[in-house]
């Protein structure tokens, strides 16, 4: 029998991940290593840090409790190395392995250094395709390219049709493929929401928790309460907990956001997919139950079998597709800072208060705070792609490069030009004032447009678009308003710039 090294990374924490198939209980050694290269290539939120080495220590002992041998490296083991490649080289040197088995991981940078592992370590290294997700790379690859338009709609629907989600025949439940439009309900404040599931941390985490506390002190975000679940078990209870009572009103109020209200009808299950606690096929398997027990309806049940067989495959998609040109795309050429306060949320700007310290807080924020309150101020202020992209990687939970690059550079800053999205989703404040209730509790007026009361989304909302003028005013879902700029007089042109850069400079 060939003896085999399985090195398992940190969101690689699957039992029927590829590299560990065929694994044999009596010759193979499974690798897992905590690593200071990976905890601070972006300087991660200590939430997040303390969820993965929480996750990868429970997902070792279990394999462990199943007779598995795991070579576990803690943070501070000090004679191994602080990157995956030196820890591999350590232990092939320790285990003298017939040869090493990885799955592909999701993040370019270290795809890119792992086809070098096998000169590095002597062994030949096999790279296993991760088929955790639905569509493969491949199959991918060959939709887009023989795409005119390869928009996630069309993707969505073909991923209807070959997984059967939602199908009646080969027809879609309902008689529509899409139940977007009914899921845009603003959500009044006398609406009963869920509690989320959370849990008590137990002795593993709690050594974690002192861990981060000690080495990653300077990192942004609160360590503490810490009640994620951090293993598949809970991540399992979680799932339950959030069909049982959140999912039967999921579609109605997605696109909502109430004050000081930081989960709402969200499922929170993103952290526990991307880290492979979850798979998205047994989600979306008790989704579709949940739908044909008349548990939830159907709009509920098609909101969310979207946001993963649609956009979670299909951002990945785009991701390895793209990639490595993709990181450099900056459309309309911003060349901005990102503001202090997104890290310390102090700004008298309500809905960016709210996201900010709820984020710093529990490194969560739904997908609207994250597309049309952060995302759009940064576009609306012409920050730089790449310093937005650091910050989404860096501040949530379930932030790996695959998931969050085309969600930041391509959906919400336009910076890939209109290959992921077909418009900008620049809004002013009035988008805001009808999805949420932040503006009641701010100091700055919603309802006007100039002057130092004026919401600030509103001038720079056109600052945005007379400065990027000559990237948008062809597309034709904007027509709208640049007939509206058309009409604008020459003084209210320049008191709209005049208010942008005064509130610019003013950052
Ligand atoms: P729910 O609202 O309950 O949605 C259910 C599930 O659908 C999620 O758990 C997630 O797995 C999937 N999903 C929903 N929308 C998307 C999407 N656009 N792309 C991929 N999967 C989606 N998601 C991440 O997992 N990691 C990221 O780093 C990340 N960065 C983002 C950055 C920006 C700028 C934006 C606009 C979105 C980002 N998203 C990211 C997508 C989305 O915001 C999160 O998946 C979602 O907020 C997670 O919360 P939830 O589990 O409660 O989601
Ligand atoms: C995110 C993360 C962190 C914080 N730490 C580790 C680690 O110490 N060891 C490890 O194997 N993986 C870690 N990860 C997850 C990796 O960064 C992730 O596997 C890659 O980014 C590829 O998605
Ligand atoms: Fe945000 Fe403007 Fe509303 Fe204030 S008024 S919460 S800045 S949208």
Same mark, same amino acid.
């Given at each position: 029998?060939?003896?085999?090294?399985?090195?398992?990374?940190?969101?690689?924490?699957?039992?029927?991940?590829?590299?560990?198939?065929?694994?044999?209980?009596?010759?193979?050694?499974?690798?897992?290593?905590?690593?200071?290269?990976?905890?601070?290539?972006?300087?991660?939120?200590?939430?997040?840090?303390?969820?993965?080495?929480?996750?990868?220590?429970?997902?070792?002992?279990?394999?462990?409790?199943?007779?598995?041998?795991?070579?576990?490296?803690?943070?501070?083991?000090?004679?191994?190395?602080?990157?995956?490649?030196?820890?591999?080289?350590?232990?092939?040197?320790?285990?003298?392995?017939?040869?090493?088995?990885?799955?592909?991981?999701?993040?370019?940078?270290?795809?890119?250094?792992?086809?070098?592992?096998?000169?590095?370590?002597?062994?030949?290294?096999?790279?296993?395709?991760?088929?955790?997700?639905?569509?493969?790379?491949?199959?991918?690859?060959?939709?887009?390219?023989?795409?005119?338009?390869?928009?996630?709609?069309?993707?969505?629907?073909?991923?209807?049709?070959?997984?059967?989600?939602?199908?009646?025949?080969?027809?879609?439940?309902?008689?529509?493929?899409?139940?977007?439009?009914?899921?845009?309900?603003?959500?009044?404040?006398?609406?009963?929401?869920?509690? *989320?599931?959370?849990?008590? #941390?137990?002795?593993?985490?709690?050594?974690?928790?002192? %861990?981060? =506390? !000690? @080495? +990653?002190?300077? $990192?942004?975000?609160?360590?503490?309460?810490?009640?994620?679940?951090?293993?598949?078990?809970?991540?399992?209870?979680?799932?339950?907990?959030? *069909?049982?009572?959140?999912? #039967?009103?999921?579609?109605?109020?997605?696109?909502?956001? %109430?004050? =000081? !209200? @930081? +989960?709402?009808? $969200?499922?929170?299950?993103?952290?526990?997919?991307?880290?492979?606690?979850?798979?998205?096929?047994?989600?979306?398997?008790?989704?579709?139950?949940?739908?044909?027990?008349?548990?939830?309806?159907?709009?509920?049940?098609?909101?969310?079998?979207?946001?993963?067989?649609?956009?979670?495959?299909?951002?990945?998609?785009?991701?390895?597709?793209?990639?490595?040109?993709?990181?450099?795309?900056?459309?309309?050429?911003?060349?901005?800072?990102?503001?202090?306060?997104?890290?310390?949320?102090?700004?008298?700007?309500?809905?960016?208060?709210?996201?900010?310290?709820?984020?710093?807080?529990?490194?969560?924020?739904?997908?609207?705070?994250?597309?049309?309150?952060?995302?759009?101020?940064?576009?609306?202020?012409?920050?730089?792609?790449?310093?937005?992209?650091?910050?989404?990687?860096?501040?949530?939970?379930?932030?790996?490069?695959?998931?969050?690059?085309?969600?930041?550079?391509?959906?919400?800053?336009?910076?890939?030009?209109?290959?992921?999205?077909?418009?900008?989703?620049?809004?002013?404040?009035?988008?805001?004032?009808?999805?949420?209730?932040?503006?009641?509790?701010?100091?700055?007026?919603?309802?006007?447009?100039?002057?130092?009361?004026?919401?600030?989304?509103?001038?720079?909302?056109?600052?945005?678009?007379?400065?990027?003028?000559?990237?948008?005013?062809?597309?034709?879902?904007?027509?709208?308003?640049?007939?509206?700029?058309?009409?604008?007089?020459?003084?209210?042109?320049?008191?709209?710039?005049?208010?942008?850069?005064?509130?610019?400079?003013?950052?």
């Amino acid at each position: 029998m060939l003896k085999t090294l399985r090195f398992i990374l940190g969101d690689q924490l699957s039992r029927e991940l590829a590299s560990l198939r065929d694994i044999d209980a009596g010759t193979d050694v499974v690798l897992m290593a905590e690593v200071m290269d990976e905890a601070t290539y972006v300087r991660h939120h200590k939430k997040k840090i303390a969820f993965v080495f929480s996750a990868m220590r429970h997902f070792a002992t279990e394999l462990q409790d199943r007779g598995y041998q795991v070579d576990y490296r803690r943070l501070d083991d000090r004679q191994y190395g602080k990157s995956l490649r030196a820890t591999l080289v350590q232990a092939v040197k320790r285990h003298r392995p017939d040869r090493v088995v990885v799955t592909e991981p999701g993040e370019w940078r270290l795809l890119t250094d792992m086809r070098d592992w096998q000169s590095a370590c002597g062994r030949p290294v096999e790279i296993r395709d991760d088929d955790r997700f639905l569509c493969a790379r491949k199959q991918f690859n060959d939709w887009f390219d023989a795409q005119k338009q390869p928009r996630m709609e069309y993707f969505y629907r073909q991923m209807r049709r070959q997984t059967g989600y939602l199908m009646v025949a080969d027809k879609p439940a309902g008689g529509r493929w899409n139940f977007d439009t009914e899921n845009r309900n603003p959500l009044k404040d006398n609406v009963e929401l869920p509690a *989320i599931k959370q849990f008590r #941390p137990d002795a593993i985490t709690a050594d974690v928790l002192t %861990l981060v =506390d !000690e @080495r +990653f002190a300077d $990192h942004f975000g609160e360590l503490t309460p810490f009640r994620f679940a951090v293993t598949r078990s809970q991540a399992l209870a979680v799932l339950r907990h959030f *069909i049982a009572n959140a999912l #039967p009103r999921f579609g109605d109020y997605q696109d909502a956001m %109430l004050q =000081d !209200e @930081r +989960f709402l009808f $969200h499922s929170i299950l993103s952290l526990y997919l991307n880290i492979g606690l979850l798979t998205p096929r047994e989600v979306c398997d008790r989704v579709e139950n949940a739908y044909q027990s008349g548990h939830v309806p159907l709009n509920c049940a098609e909101g969310f079998i979207r946001q993963i067989i649609g956009w979670r495959e299909y951002v990945r998609g785009i991701y390895f597709h793209e990639m490595p040109d993709y990181a450099d795309n900056n459309y309309f050429s911003a060349q901005g800072k990102l503001p202090v306060f997104y890290w310390t949320g102090e700004t008298d700007m309500n809905c960016l208060h709210q996201v900010i310290s709820q984020t710093r807080d529990e490194a969560y924020a739904h997908h609207i705070q994250r597309l049309m309150i952060t995302g759009n101020f940064a576009m609306l202020a012409g920050v730089a792609p790449g310093e937005i992209h650091d910050w989404y990687l860096r501040v949530y939970a379930d932030a790996y490069e695959w998931v969050e690059l085309p969600n930041t550079l391509g959906m919400s800053q336009f910076a890939d030009g209109g290959l992921l999205g077909s418009k900008p989703y620049a809004a002013g404040g009035n988008y805001i004032n009808k999805m949420s209730n932040y503006c009641q509790h701010c100091r700055y007026k919603v309802s006007a447009k100039s002057g130092p009361d004026a919401c600030p989304f509103n001038y720079l909302y056109w600052d945005f678009l007379i400065r990027n003028r000559d990237q948008l005013e062809h597309n034709r879902r904007l027509a709208f308003p640049y007939k509206h700029l058309a009409r604008m007089s020459e003084e209210r042109i320049a008191q709209i710039h005049r208010d942008s850069r005064r509130f610019l400079q003013s950052l």
